[in-house]
């Protein structure tokens, strides 16, 4: 072991040492994003570990996750570390825009929001010597070496909450040479939090520490309605009643490259249901607004969803371009097929809104790390998640749940069910964050509890 840890260091000074040396060209590539509209072009500073709000004073909790889906597992933990410490500042930072852009109007005002600092000794230096934070709470499979090793160094408690790990990830860090620098990082946490039982089994073998290790279950089954606003309101409610006399379905979090197979089976879907409307929401915005710009071109009545423009009669493909809305879009729906599965190296994407709002369910079968998901409710209910293996199946699908109203309304109760029975127990089992204040009144420790193990570390304020 002493071996182990030694060439563990060994491995973090040599990487500690490239991204020293790279960070001129790490912070040309940052600039290069902001030109691409990938970073903020005013806050890009906070990339560098510079702050942009000033530190309040009074202990820190630094929650940190990479992007909307992450971003949004942590909110119902984050609201209970408010609610729970009132006296704690809660710092939140994202890496992506599309996170930005939704969770800063949806976060608690009282939040701290930053982007997240880039993984150079100089941005993460700069970053923990400002913020200093008490503990590092880190969700799902943020493993950078110079913040994990940084932090331990300062005395910084570490968690990862929904904790997990790729398949591919997986094979890199087992080969021999990286093995042990993995090692070293995971030994500094003090709690791990997999999503799943074959997550957990993945950081076991590759050397977490067994006694840090504790079952909560997917944080992505209690992700908060974050509603919208007045005017979204509005609009949703008008979308509802253009399409209640059509047959709808939606293919969301579509990614590149999966386009052609939705358009493709909306062209057989066409052809024997003529009222049909397929509502298509890419992943990216922007990608949805070059999908709307093309089938403009070969003829197609196409409406953008932020433009707010009513369905015309011969409408039948609605594009969403906007962040935020899917759990209330799913709702117009009784039918949702879910996106960045359907080809190979996809991952997919969270399954669990669409079954709460009662859609009907579908999903391709490259979906990486939800395979627990759905593992998990095709177990409670066959008929709660129908996996398709392409186009082809795709359309047969979609043809017998439009044309037997019996089955589509089995599928969707089945999906309801599976998705309630497996949210309900997450409500008390999963991690949260409480405070015990001292016969002064005073916070003397954090602890983050899992109630089904009675797991728990303490920080000393």
């Given at each position: 072991m002493a071996y182990s840890t030694k060439k563990g260091l060994l491995l973090y000074n040599a990487y500690r040492t490239i991204t020293y040396t790279l960070s001129p060209l790490i912070r040309l590539h940052l600039r290069w994003r902001i030109f691409?509209?990938?970073?903020?072009?005013?806050?890009w500073p906070e990339r560098l570990g510079r702050p942009s709000v000033p530190r309040r004073p009074?202990?820190?909790?630094?929650?940190h996750a990479v992007s909307l889906g992450e971003g949004m597992s942590a909110v119902p933990v984050i609201r209970e570390c408010v609610r729970k410490m009132p006296?704690?500042?809660?710092?939140?930072?994202?890496t992506t825009m599309?996170?930005?852009?939704?969770?800063?109007?949806?976060?608690?005002?009282?939040?701290?929001?930053?982007?997240?600092?880039?993984?150079?000794?100089?941005?993460?230096?700069?970053?923990?010597?400002?913020?200093?934070?008490?503990?590092?709470v880190l969700m799902e499979s943020e493993l950078w070496p110079n913040l994990i090793m940084h932090a331990s160094k300062n005395g910084i408690t570490l968690?990862?909450?929904?904790?997990?790990m790729s398949e591919k990830s997986f094979e890199i860090w087992s080969r021999p040479v990286l093995l042990p620098l993995i090692s070293l990082m995971l030994s500094k946490f003090s709690l791990i939090a997999p999503l799943s039982t074959e997550q957990g089994i993945r950081f076991q073998l590759l050397q977490a520490p067994p006694g840090i290790i504790s079952f909560s279950g997917d944080l992505k089954y209690v992700i908060e309605d974050f509603g919208v606003n007045g005017r979204g309101r509005k609009s949703i409610d008008d979308l509802r009643s253009q399409l209640t006399h059509k047959q709808v379905w939606m293919a969301s979090s579509i990614h590149r490259g999966e386009q052609e197979i939705i358009l493709g089976v909306h062209t057989t879907l066409m052809q024997l249901l003529?009222?049909?409307?397929?509502?298509?929401?890419?992943?990216?915005?922007?990608?949805?607004?070059?999908?709307?710009?093309?089938?403009?071109?070969?003829?197609?009545?196409?409406?953008?969803?932020?433009?707010h423009k009513k369905l015309k009669p011969d409408t039948n493909i609605y594009v969403v371009d906007t962040l935020g809305e899917l759990r209330h879009l799913y709702m117009l729906t009784p039918i949702a097929v879910i996106g960045g599965s359907f080809l190979p190296r996809s991952t997919g994407h969270n399954i669990s809104e669409a079954a709460s709002a009662g859609c009907a369910v579908l999903t391709?079968?490259?979906?990486?790390?939800?395979?627990?998901?759905?593992?998990?409710?095709?177990?409670l209910s066959p008929l709660s998640i129908l996996q398709v293996s392409g186009k082809i199946e795709l359309e047969k699908t979609l043809i017998q749940l439009f044309t037997n109203a019996t089955l589509l309304e089995a599928h969707r109760i089945a999906a309801k069910e599976a998705f309630s029975r497996l949210s309900s127990d997450i409500v008390t089992n999963v991690l949260f964050i409480y405070?015990?204040?001292?016969?002064?009144?005073?916070?003397?420790?954090?602890?983050?509890?899992e109630l089904s193990s009675s797991h728990q570390f303490n920080l000393k304020m």
């Open positions: 691409q509209g990938l970073d903020h072009r005013s806050r009074g202990p820190l909790v630094w929650f006296n704690v500042n809660v710092l939140m930072t994202i599309s996170a930005f852009e939704v969770l800063r109007n949806w976060l608690p005002s009282e939040i701290i929001f930053q982007f997240s600092p880039l993984d150079t000794p100089g941005s993460i230096d700069s970053f923990l010597h400002y913020w200093k934070p008490k503990a590092i968690a990862l909450l929904n904790a997990r003529p009222n049909i409307v397929t509502i298509i929401a890419p992943r990216h915005p922007q990608h949805g607004r070059e999908i709307a710009k093309k089938l403009e071109k070969e003829g197609h009545n196409v409406i953008l969803r932020s433009q391709g079968s490259h979906i990486g790390h939800f395979s627990h998901m759905v593992l998990e409710m095709q177990r405070w015990k204040p001292t016969t002064n009144l005073t916070i003397n420790s954090i602890q983050f509890v």
